[in-house]
């Protein structure tokens, strides 16, 4: 991977921090749950040490696009190939009661609206400036850094 300019991003957050998500489907920085945490992502710095959590299709004859829904801080990155056109949702959910469950969120939803296209899944967390190694444990519902 090479870095992205900085017009190939859009920004999703939730008034206490803000990811910035590239056309290619990549969150390269990240800092969480706050603005002044350290960062969880990073690559837009180091794209080597930096993490980050790249969601793609896996061929590359593909049209890259990207807008928010209206009115909100929902942003599509959809992607347009002869084969299928898929695309995925982020956001941060706003707002919530301090010690919910729900108030530091990042979700990402992926699907395909037409045809078939084949998604790749990379999720490389850089924690503390990529000075910390992360532990990671696997479940049933899915990865835990």
């Given at each position: 991977m090479s870095y992205q300019p900085i017009e190939n991003y859009g920004i999703i957050g939730n008034m206490?921090?803000?990811?910035?998500?590239g056309l290619n489907?990549?969150?390269?920085?990240?800092?969480?749950?706050?603005?002044?945490s350290p960062s969880v992502f990073g690559a837009i710095l180091?794209?080597?040490?930096?993490?980050?959590?790249?969601i793609a299709p896996r061929q590359d004859d593909v049209r890259l696009k990207q807008l928010?829904?209206?009115d909100t801080n929902v942003l599509t990155t959809r992607f347009l190939s002869a084969g299928g056109v898929g695309?995925?949702?982020?956001?941060?959910?706003?707002?919530?009661?301090?010690?919910?469950?729900?108030?530091?969120?990042?979700?990402?939803?992926?699907?395909?609206?037409?045809g078939s296209i084949r998604f790749q899944l990379e999720c490389q967390p850089a924690f503390d400036y990529g000075r910390a190694a992360p532990e990671?444990?696997?479940?049933?519902?899915g990865a835990i850094f």
């Open positions: 206490r921090t803000a990811a910035l998500v489907g990549s969150i390269d920085w990240l800092c969480f749950p706050h603005f002044d180091d794209e080597h040490k930096g993490g980050r959590f790249r928010y829904w209206p695309e995925i949702e982020d956001f941060m959910p706003a707002g919530g009661a301090v010690q919910s469950a729900q108030r530091d969120q990042l979700i990402r939803r992926v699907r395909v609206s037409r990671t444990t696997i479940t049933g519902n």
